[in-house]
């Protein structure tokens, strides 16, 4: 498995501040998430994890996740 993307949407009043492990495209709305350079190649057995953070006041935020 490899260059794998996941994205996250953010509610309205919200953004991402930042990111670890990837490199977001963006700050709000629907924001993509893509290796980096050190887990770009994750082999049989193995596994890999990013994360992000936000802030705002966005009303009934709940974070979701979906492999695709």
């Not at 993509?32 to 890999?48: E, L, M, P």
């Not at 990013?50 to 705002?56: I, P, S």
């Amino acid at each position: 498995m490899h260059d794998q993307t996941r994205q996250a949407k953010t509610c309205r009043g919200s953004k991402i501040t930042g990111a670890w492990s990837a490199q977001a495209s963006g700050t709000k709305g629907t924001v993509g998430f893509t290796n980096v350079s050190y887990n770009g190649h994750v082999g049989a057995q193995q596994s890999t994890n990013f994360g992000f953070q936000g802030t705002g006041t966005g009303p009934g935020a709940t974070a979701t996740c979906a492999a695709g």
